[in-house]
């Protein structure tokens, strides 16, 4: 689950770029009376939504299938009920406040990856090869922490030998080149920050670490709208307009469960 906290508005001064990940964890860990809850699978929708509209030349290419990919690439958190259901009760802490998906054991969490790699597969290939990629880094800096127990981290070397199996027999069905494929991980990369970005709620002025041809991109709200520079949804063209997209949010807590689009322009 992303959570959304319902907080006033204080970003710090957008003098410059701070990096992205710190502001999406800081609205993950806080603490408010009320949230908008944003299930893995939606917020991996929106993911792909925006991975579907890079129309600068200046970034990798998306076709159809990679797009559909990425809109799949945390499909496999349905596997649980408070994801899944929107009338069904998050999972909670001692303190009430529900649980993000920063919060999610290894035996769990390996679940879900590995049930979004099967499904992003069986879009393409490719789709499959960078979605498996994409956790992998996850698990290598998950152990690289070395918060886990040994059994944890006994799982997630496993994971990440397995994945490794698969993603070269997907690169080898693929038919793209290995150079060609970690520039679309780029891009499932940048999209899933993003869309946790604005799922979460964030405001401040961010770079994504991610470094594309024209660089890093940078991110700041103007006029309840956002501004992206270099921008892949720009082609230069001077009659381009502002995207507009959505995701499903529940708001908790609430009886009955009470739905909302949150909505996101973005430049």
Not at 85 to 100: F, H, M, N
Not at 183 to 196: E, R, T
Not at 219 to 225: G, L, S, V
Request: net charge negative.
């Amino acid at each position: 689950m992303v959570l959304h906290p319902v907080v006033p508005d204080s970003p710090p001064p957008a003098n410059r770029y701070a990096p992205a990940w710190p502001a999406i964890e800081r609205a993950q860990r806080r603490l408010a009376k009320e949230y908008w809850l944003v299930s893995q699978s939606d917020h991996a929708a929106l993911a792909g939504a925006l991975a579907a509209r890079f129309v600068s030349p200046e970034f990798p290419r998306v076709d159809p299938p990679i797009a559909r990919a990425i809109e799949v690439h945390d499909s496999g958190w349905a596997l649980f009920a408070p994801e899944a259901r929107v009338e069904a009760a998050p999972r909670l802490d001692s303190r009430g406040k529900p649980l993000s998906f920063l919060e999610i054991e290894p035996p769990d969490f390996l679940r879900a990856w590995a049930a979004s790699i099967d499904r992003s597969e069986s879009v393409c290939p490719a789709g499959g090869y960078i979605v498996s990629r994409h956790f992998c880094a996850l698990g290598e800096g998950r152990l690289a922490s070395a918060i886990d127990a040994a059994e944890d981290s006994a799982r997630l070397r496993w994971f990440l030998q397995r994945e490794a199996e698969r993603q070269r027999r997907l690169l080898a069905q693929s038919g793209r080149s290995a150079a060609q494929l970690e520039d679309l991980l780029l891009v499932l990369q940048f999209c899933d920050l993003l869309s946790l970005y604005l799922c979460s709620g964030a405001t401040d002025a961010v770079e994504f670490p991610q470094s594309f041809a024209p660089g890093r991109v940078g991110i700041r709200c103007e006029n309840q709208a956002f501004i992206l520079q270099p921008s892949p949804f720009r082609s230069g063209n001077e009659t381009d307009a502002m995207i507009s997209l959505g995701v499903e949010a529940r708001r908790y807590p609430a009886e009955p469960p009470r739905t909302a689009t949150l909505a996101f322009l973005l430049w």
